[in-house]
């Protein structure tokens, strides 16, 4: 019942002052956590500009004295050929993708709106394979790869992927929802299922084959994992493991220019972030909607 | 005779050729993504099962039917016991540090209006950004001498602090650039989990005398978020599970072994010392840790109907 003295207090003068605090208190953790999350880009972008002198007196600034950022970035680019990496990235993520949708389109088309022997059986499988990171199957391809002698090829570095399970499971959902009496007129007026699938049902699930796009384009931008396995052809590595040789390489403890090379490699997927900011947290967290 | 058997089939020649037609086209849809489902993902469990009961080295030429003996090995292997306990470890540090850091940032950032966006695009940018790339940024941030957060804590009066070559540190340190990395995924999962609670629940707990911000979030917040907290924590588990390239760039399993993960004992086991037999035992290991969580989430999923 001593709760009851509580409310009377409350005067405009300390209600203002209380929002005032919790304000404060608010913005306070948010700027905390946004100190530790931006810190590593800060410092990249501050370090890959600063010469050798000042990295390695190990003082606090975030300014150079002295700019020396062509300097770093030359020696990084002539040292590892850093844009054909993000070529490389631009290669994978793309051809991935291009199968990806090619295959599960139709597939989860089938799936949604057909009825054919073997339905359900394919869906149970689709659903299992969900559970089934791509470092399982990682041995058995990689022997039958070296068997084949394709190893080291943007083939080998691309074949697990192209079917992605997520993505019929994704547009399978997406198709359900999509009404039968237009598939049914659009039968009568002499459409071929080919032509209804890529005319009129693809066009209408165009918001989640640009999430699944983001989705997969990250991911596979990202992969360490497989191409690590692979790829030993520097020629051909994707961004990540480009990154990974030239760290190894003689590059040891020139910050300048690692932090070059890392600023030259992060940057594509950050910007197109920035630029279509919605796009890039819906697709990366469409795995969430299910 | 003939008027029987048009009565049977009588209205139907059109769309038993409809149906024909759907079978075949079903079919015909489906056979792409069935024929890769079979080669990159059935086939290949199929021959990883069969090489776990084996001697099989890759490139070797001899290979034994040895049943169990790979699996019994990797059970009383204490490299791997202690990758497992490590990964184990790494998974008990990233998921409440990652779930609960995420919801605190959640609640926070949800009920600024002109601010929000500003810190769903910083917190959100460590998920965009190449992680391989990152690490190297974050070694040298952590550098023993050169680094700025040793120079922080030169500055505070600590004694430099070796975080990725000293043993008891190196793992808890991984486990923070983890956190770093998903922080922003796991806040934007909340963040549409809060979206889609009814404002009026708040209007009618002010109603009734329930307006402190804790005791809100206890009443209100809390248990409404309960299917998108499970959620967001089995995701963060099975991710972190996965710990894979931090160890692969920065530690390699050291120092003395104090960072070495299971995936990274699959890969050396698989891909560097080519005792495929083997690696195929500890790959079901993994994927048995996988299943195991999937099926938490699944069970779990299906819960949300009750809430």
Redesign the interface.
């Known amino acids: 019942m001593t709760d009851l003295v509580l409310p009377a207090p409350v005067t405009p003068v300390r209600s203002a002052l209380r929002r005032f605090l919790?304000l404060v208190l608010?913005?306070g953790?948010?700027i905390a956590?946004?100190v530790?999350?931006?810190?590593?880009?800060v410092?990249?972008l501050v370090?890959s500009i600063k010469p050798p002198a000042e990295?390695?007196n190990?003082?606090?600034s975030l300014w150079p004295k002295q700019f020396y950022g062509l300097q770093n970035y030359g020696f990084a680019m002539e040292k590892a050929p850093l844009l054909r990496f993000a070529l490389n990235g631009v290669i994978l993520c793309g051809g991935i993708l291009i199968v990806q949708l090619?295959?599960?389109i139709?597939?989860a088309?089938?799936?949604a709106k057909?009825?054919?022997?073997?339905?359900n059986a394919?869906f149970v499988?689709?659903l299992l394979?969900?559970?089934?990171?791509v470092?399982?199957?990682?041995?058995?391809?990689?022997?039958?790869l070296?068997q084949l002698g394709l190893l080291n090829t943007y083939f080998a570095m691309m074949?697990?992927f192209?079917?992605s399970?997520f993505a019929?499971f994704l547009f399978r959902q997406f198709f359900r929802s999509f009404p039968d009496d237009i598939i049914n007129a659009a039968r009568l007026d002499g459409m071929s299922?080919?032509e209804i699938?890529w005319r009129i049902v693809t066009p209408s699930a165009w918001p989640a084959i640009a999430a699944f796009s983001v989705f997969s384009a990250?991911a596979h931008?990202?992969d360490?994992?497989w191409p690590?396995?692979v790829i030993s052809d520097a020629r051909l590595a994707p961004?990540?493991?480009g990154?990974?040789f030239f760290?190894d390489a003689e590059t040891g403890s020139n910050?300048g220019a690692?932090?070059a090379?890392?600023t030259i490699?992060?940057a594509p997927?950050?910007i197109?972030?920035?630029v279509a900011?919605r796009r890039?947290?819906d697709g990366?967290?469409v795995?969430?909607?299910? | 005779m003939t008027l029987a058997l048009a009565s049977a089939s009588g209205p139907a020649p059109a769309a038993r050729r409809r149906?024909r037609?759907?079978?075949?086209?079903?079919?015909?849809?489906?056979l792409?993504?069935?024929v890769?489902?079979l080669l990159?993902?059935?086939?290949?469990?199929a021959?990883?099962l069969w090489?776990s009961f084996t001697n099989y080295e890759?490139g070797g030429v001899d290979m034994d039917w040895v049943g169990l003996a790979n699996f019994r090995k990797a059970l009383a292997d204490p490299i791997i016991r202690r990758s497992l306990v490590n990964t184990l470890l790494y998974v008990a540090i990233v998921v409440p540090g990652g779930v609960l850091?995420a919801l605190?940032?959640a609640v926070?950032?949800h009920r600024?209006k002109r601010?929000r966006?500003v810190?769903?695009?910083?917190?959100?940018?460590?998920?965009?950004?190449?992680?391989?790339?990152?690490a190297?940024?974050?070694q040298?941030?952590l550098h023993p001498?050169?680094?700025?957060v040793n120079?922080?804590l030169k500055w505070l009066g600590l004694g430099p602090v070796a975080f990725l070559s000293e043993p008891s540190t190196a793992l808890a340190t991984l486990a923070v650039i983890g956190i770093?990395q998903l922080?922003?995924?796991n806040m934007?999962?909340f963040l549409?989990g809060l979206t889609a609670i009814p404002r009026d629940l708040y209007e009618a707990a002010d109603i009734d005398g329930c307006s402190g911000?804790i005791d809100r979030f206890l009443t209100i917040t809390w248990p409404l978020l309960g299917p998108t907290t499970m959620?967001?924590l089995v995701?963060t588990m099975i991710t972190a599970f996965?710990i894979?390239?931090t160890v692969?760039?920065m530690t390699r399993g050291g120092p003395v072994g104090s960072t070495e993960v299971l995936?990274y004992n699959?890969?050396l086991e698989?891909?560097q010392y080519f005792h495929?037999g083997y690696?195929?035992a500890l790959?079901f290991i993994?994927?048995a840790f996988?299943?195991v969580f999937?099926a938490v989430q699944t069970f779990a999923?299906d819960k949300k109907v009750h809430y």
């Open positions: 919790s608010i913005h953790v948010l956590g946004a530790f999350m931006l810190a590593p880009f410092w990249m370090t990295i390695f190990a003082e606090i090619l295959v599960a139709p597939c088309y089938a799936l057909l009825s054919f022997p073997g339905r394919l499988l689709v394979g969900l559970c089934i990171p470092q399982v199957p990682a041995m058995p391809l990689y022997i039958a070296a074949v697990p192209f079917l399970v019929i299922e080919f699938v990250v931008w990202n360490l994992y690590l396995i961004p990540p493991l990154m990974m760290a910050y690692l932090t090379a890392a490699l992060t997927l950050v197109a972030f920035l900011r890039f947290i990366i967290t795995t969430g909607v299910k | 149906l037609i759907e079978r075949v086209t079903g079919l015909g849809f489906a792409p993504a069935f890769l489902l990159t993902i059935l086939l290949p469990l021959v990883l090489l890759f850091g605190l940032i926070l950032v600024r601010t966006s810190y769903e695009v910083i917190y959100f940018l460590p998920v965009t950004s190449t992680l391989i790339a990152m190297t940024v974050w040298f941030l001498s050169l680094g700025p120079g922080v770093w922080l922003g995924f934007i999962l549409a911000g959620f967001v995701t996965k894979f390239d692969a760039v995936l699959v890969y698989g891909f495929t690696a195929a790959t993994f994927l996988i299943l999937s999923l």
